[in-house]
């Protein structure tokens, strides 16, 4: 409690803030999370084999129709009270790591995308962005689904998300870095800080003489980059802070 009100001072005084989220922040939406033990999605399908452009390039159907349940899943789902608080933090920039869309239709439009976003598939040959399929029925989770074709060079189409071994967008890495090295407060919420360049953000904060503020219910390597440590959910410590 009295963390809750250090830290929603810290917030009140700071003229810029950074709001840096992951897949826990939409976990009580019913988006599950990648690395957390019964709902995570990589427990029954392994992150290394699904996220990668090697397994699309062996196994494309299974891929794409992974993405294109998680995508129907996503569409299924609204945002919760903790993108809301975010969302009621009007001089906060949003930078995630997620690929859903919850931080838009929560409200906050600008949100940075460090790993892409479900919403927009493009040509895995040619680059061309491409239209997203309909979806018909709910698609079963393990269910192979065969990619469309490019319109311009018939490539087979792949999600917009940064995989395993791939480059962060190049703009996004760069506002977040900037916005990161910029803050006075960085509110890191339900992300499991592990994967990289992606958790160099809060550090980076931190090393630039920023507070950082973590909201997650188990601990994480941030723990010790954090000024403050909340062990909560984000929908339920968020509006807390926001109040
Ligand atoms: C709650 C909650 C509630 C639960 N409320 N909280 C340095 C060191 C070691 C390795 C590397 C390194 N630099 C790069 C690497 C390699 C690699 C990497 O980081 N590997 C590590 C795993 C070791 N990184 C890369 O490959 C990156 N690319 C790269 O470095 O390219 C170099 C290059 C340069 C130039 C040219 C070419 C190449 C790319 C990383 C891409 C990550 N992509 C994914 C998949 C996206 C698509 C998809 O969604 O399928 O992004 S992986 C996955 O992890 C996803 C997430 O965005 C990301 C982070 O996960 P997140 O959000 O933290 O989720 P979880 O599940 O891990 O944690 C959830 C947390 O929520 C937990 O802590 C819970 O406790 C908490 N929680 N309920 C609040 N209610
Ligand atoms: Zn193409």
Not at 4 to 18: D, H, P, S, T, Y
Not at 65 to 86: F, Q
Request: with cysteine; charged share 20%; net charge negative.
């Amino acid at each position: 409690m009295a963390d809750v009100r250090e830290a929603a001072k810290l917030l009140e005084k700071a003229q810029r803030v950074v709001v840096f989220t992951g897949a826990g922040i939409s976990a009580e939406s019913g988006v599950p999370t990648f690395r957390d033990a019964l709902t995570g999605l990589w427990e029954r399908f392994d992150a290394q084999s699904l996220a990668t452009p090697q397994a699309f390039q062996d196994d494309p159907d299974l891929v794409w129709g992974w993405y294109e349940w998680r995508r129907h899943r996503v569409s299924t789902v609204h945002p919760n009270p903790g993108h809301l608080a975010v969302a009621a933090m009007k001089n906060a920039v949003v930078i995630t790591q997620n690929v859903d869309d919850l931080h838009e239709r929560a409200g906050s439009a600008d949100t940075v995308h460090l790993h892409g976003s479900l919403f927009m598939p493009r040509c895995s040959q040619c680059g061309e962005a491409a239209a997203l399929p309909s979806t018909t029925g709910e698609p079963d989770e393990g269910r192979r689904v065969w990619p469309p074709s490019c319109v311009r060079c018939a490539g087979l189409i792949r999600p917009g998300v940064v995989w395993f071994g791939e480059a962060l967008p190049e703009a996004a890495l760069e506002a977040a870095a900037r916005a990161a090295s910029d803050c006075d407060v960085l509110l890191t919420v339900g992300t499991s800080g592990m994967v990289y360049p992606a958790a160099e953000i809060p550090r980076l904060a931190a090393r630039s003489g920023a507070a950082v503020i973590q909201v997650n219910p188990q601990p994480t390597p941030l723990d010790s980059v954090a000024l403050v440590n909340l062990r909560g959910s984000a929908a339920q410590v968020l509006p807390d802070l926001a109040a």
